[in-house]
């Protein structure tokens, strides 16, 4: 059975709950309600794992913090012995409006801490990356206010359709492939 390995970034503790920059963790958390699977605490994470149409999923919460969440997905990228090619890091982008997702196979950092110590931890760009957009409606200088404050209520009741989008986009990652998820999903 092949095996996935899906990240979600984000910060441990209630303070960071609901913030922008733990859409990671709030698209697994639904990818593992849809399952019927939970997290267990783990080294390094928490960590859900379930089958779906000959796939093996493992889902990852690190909990070493946003900015050294790179130690957690090589260590589990090496205990469950899966490749680079079927990981998926799934992470916050105020560059994009709003909902608004974008699939990538690569690229920079683009200025995200988190993806800056996985590709450090890596040693390369070269992995797939679903940015989930988070907008960026905050005066210059206060991105870190914004992306570590909570959604609006008008954000909030958005996401409640974005969520079932989004755990589509995981799903279908694994089961057909990045090359078809990006061109079903990227822009919507």
């Known amino acids: 059975m092949k095996k996935f390995l899906i990240i979600g970034l984000g910060n441990i503790g209630s303070k960071y709950e609901n913030t922008r920059h ?81 699939l990538k196979a690569k690229g920079s950092a683009g200025g995200h801490n988190g993806l800056k110590d996985i590709q450090e931890k890596l040693n390369t760009d070269q992995y797939p990356r679903f940015r989930f957009g988070v907008g960026a409606n905050y005066p210059k200088g206060r991105q870190v206010d914004f992306v570590l404050g909570e959604w609006s209520k008008e954000e909030t009741s958005q996401l409640i359709e974005r969520l079932p989008l989004a755990v589509n986009v995981v799903i279908s990652f694994a089961t057909d492939g990045l090359a078809n998820t990006m061109n079903a999903f990227n822009g919507k």
């Open 22 to 102: 733990n859409i990671g963790f709030k698209i697994l958390d639904e990818v593992a309600e849809k399952q019927g699977v939970t997290f267990i605490s783990e080294k390094l994470g928490d960590i859900a794992n379930f089958n779906f149409k000959g796939k093996t999923f493992v889902l990852l919460k690190p909990n070493t913090f946003m900015n050294l969440s790179g130690k957690a997905v090589k260590y589990w990228m090496q205990q469950e012995n899966i490749s680079i090619e079927n990981i998926l890091v799934i992470a916050d982008d105020v560059n994009i409006d709003f909902g608004l997702i974008r």
